[in-house]
């Protein structure tokens, strides 16, 4: 575990001796599809790293609705703000995929920021990145359409020209803040001009013309391809 721990951005220059002792209290769990990993106002004592598989974060809204705040694939660390301030979960981690997970106990991740600078220097900038990203979520909400937020989200995603649904048409509408009906539309929309090809089910959509969709997101390829290499650095 203790090069899988290394693959983790904030620990990544923690050195041989820092990851043993992370190692030698954390607590190995693997769990199925469909698991629930915490609950939304848990109490947070404890760092959740995703080690293998994908793991969606969801919220409830007020009248009842999953928002689907990300859908994240290993190696990441979720909840890293109650590191700094004690609080409670602010999003249910569900497994998308079969997953490994690891719990780091809050007291010793501290004791690794205290000895090690890199470490609180990688977690301050994960915490930036994580409020930019927020919001530009918000920003998306408020300024773009539905079409140019799903075009913008499959720019994002596209790796090799597929992109997966993990959480389905309503999982990608619950993430940029729309119904699955707005998503399915556009998506067919995407379609019909030879943009995207929609693959059986729902879950797996091809990109054939990312240029064409990036002008519809207003955005870039190579911005887009940035902001999700930026996350893992």
């Given at each position: 575990?203790?090069?899988?721990?290394?693959?983790?951005?904030?620990?990544?220059?923690?050195?041989?001796?820092?990851?043993?002792?992370?190692?030698?209290?954390?607590?190995?769990?693997?769990?199925?599809?469909?698991?629930?990993?915490?609950?939304?106002?848990?109490?947070?004592?404890?760092?959740?790293?995703?080690?293998?598989?994908?793991?969606?974060?969801?919220?409830?809204?007020?009248?009842?609705?999953?928002?689907?705040?990300?859908?994240?694939?290993?190696?990441?660390?979720?909840?890293?703000?109650?590191?700094?301030?004690?609080?409670?979960?602010r999003a249910t981690l569900t497994a998308v995929t079969p997953?490994?997970?690891?719990?780091?106990?809050?007291?010793?991740?501290l004791e690794a920021i205290a000895t090690e600078p890199s470490?609180?220097?990688?977690?301050?900038?994960?915490?930036?990145?994580?409020?930019?990203?927020?919001?530009?979520?918000?920003?998306?909400?408020?300024?773009?359409?539905?079409?140019?937020?799903?075009?913008?989200?499959?720019?994002?995603?596209?790796?090799?020209?597929?992109?997966?649904?993990?959480?389905?048409?309503?999982?990608?509408?619950?993430?940029?803040?729309?119904?699955?009906?707005?998503?399915?539309?556009?998506?067919?929309?995407?379609?019909?001009?030879?943009?995207?090809?929609?693959?059986?089910?729902?879950?797996?959509?091809?990109?054939?013309?990312?240029?064409?969709?990036?002008?519809?997101?207003?955005?870039?390829?190579?911005?887009?391809?940035?902001?999700?290499?930026?996350?893992?650095?």
């Amino acid at each position: 575990m203790t090069h899988r721990l290394a693959a983790l951005p904030m620990f990544r220059e923690l050195g041989e001796e820092g990851l043993r002792r992370l190692e030698a209290v954390a607590r190995l769990r693997r769990y199925p599809a469909g698991q629930v990993l915490c609950t939304e106002g848990d109490p947070a004592d404890q760092l959740i790293v995703l080690l293998d598989g994908r793991v969606k974060a969801g919220r409830v809204s007020v009248d009842g609705r999953e928002v689907v705040l990300a859908v994240d694939a290993a190696p990441v660390a979720f909840d890293k703000t109650t590191l700094l301030v004690e609080g409670t979960h602010r999003a249910t981690l569900t497994a998308v995929t079969p997953v490994e997970v690891a719990y780091l106990p809050r007291v010793a991740v501290l004791e690794a920021i205290a000895t090690e600078p890199s470490v609180a220097a990688r977690l301050m900038r994960t915490l930036a990145e994580t409020v930019r990203d927020l919001d530009e979520r918000l920003t998306d909400v408020v300024v773009l359409d539905v079409s140019a937020r799903v075009a913008k989200w499959l720019v994002r995603h596209s790796e090799g020209g597929r992109v997966r649904l993990h959480a389905g048409q309503a999982g990608l509408g619950a993430e940029i803040g729309a119904t699955r009906v707005s998503v399915n539309r556009a998506l067919r929309s995407f379609e019909r001009r030879e943009l995207v090809e929609i693959g059986d089910g729902d879950g797996e959509v091809t990109v054939k013309d990312a240029e064409a969709l990036a002008r519809i997101a207003k955005t870039t390829p190579a911005d887009a391809a940035d902001k999700a290499r930026r996350k893992y650095e």
